[in-house]
């Protein structure tokens, strides 16, 4: 009896066998192309961005773009506002905590004609605001001390504006960017994400998280139709926020202007840029990371002064 359910059943069996071989043999010569075509895919890729900084892609059109910045009552915000207003944007939104600066950048932006408003961080007032399809996540503190001399209630401070604050209002527009598949992400970070230096622990840190987050969600938003996302990372910029710092060589390093800045960032948007570093030196310091040994990195601390750089800090917080 044994014997005749085994002759039945071996057909079905060597059929099973012969389909999963068959199965299996599919799967080995598809992951074989796509180890083949990696390759290529690379090499195509890095041709294309190298022909795209000659000739540079078309400039994404700003004239149905409702823009929030927060942080935009003065420094880079300010700055931002007003060049994402020269190049076009069809309405302005400010969030800030000072209500005298976000009213005059409110009052210069509609002298260049552009429809603006003002918010005193007051992330309910999305209905009155308006479908956002650029977010421009610009608001930052920093205390400029080491961790023993920081308070608790500063270094929360640091976290939530830096970081957590990103979390809140991008989960506050994204859904409706990738209702209308129409929108922009954009994080004005800092170069001390990926370099931090000694006297600025809480900003420096916060810095790194808000990086990663904004790496998750690029990747995050590759799927995602006309949602993008743009990363800044730019060198120390002359703005009252870090007023005070000092580095050893200002003529080889000069800080950033604050309208370089916001138009570099524009243009970034418009370009459809994923991570921009300024100045473009700064891609240097990436890669020095990445191959030296740390006794050669604190050498060149020491040598550049961005170890001390803090010492003579009296930024605004």
Known sequence: MKGIVYLSLSPWFRGALEENFSREKRMQWKWLGALLLFPVQMVYLVVKAAVCL???????????????????????GRHLAREFARRGARKI???????????????????????????????????????????VNNAAVVHGKSLMDSDDDALLKSQHINTLGQ??????????????????????????????IPGAIDYCTSKASSFAFMESLTLGLLDCPGVNA??????????????????????LFPP????????????????????????WTMHVLVILKSILPQAALEEIHKFSGSYTCMNTFKGRT
């Open 256 to 279: 950033l202007k604050p309208e370089t800045v916001a138009r570099r960032t524009v243009e970034a948007v418009q370009m459809n840029q994923a991570f921009l570093l300024l100045p």
């Open 230 to 251: 743009t990363t800044v990372l730019p060198f120390h910029t002359s703005t009252e926020m870090f007023q005070g710092m000092r580095i050893r060589f200002p003529s």
């Open 167 to 196: 979390f809140w209002t991008t989960k506050a527009f994204l859904p409706r960017m990738l209702e209308l598949q129409n929108g922009h992400i954009v994080c004005l970070n800092s170069v001390l994400a990926l370099s931090a």
């Open 93 to 135: 939104i400010l969030w800030g905590r000072t209500e005298k600066c976000l009213k005059e950048t409110t009052e210069e932006i509609r002298m260049m004609g552009t429809e603006c408003h003002y918010f005193i961080c007051d992330v309910g007032n999305r209905e009155e605001v308006g479908d956002i399809t650029i977010l």
């Open 54 to 76: 000659v000739l540079p892609p078309r400039l994404r059109d700003l004239s149905r773009d409702n823009v929030l910045v927060t942080g935009g009552g003065r420094g880079i």
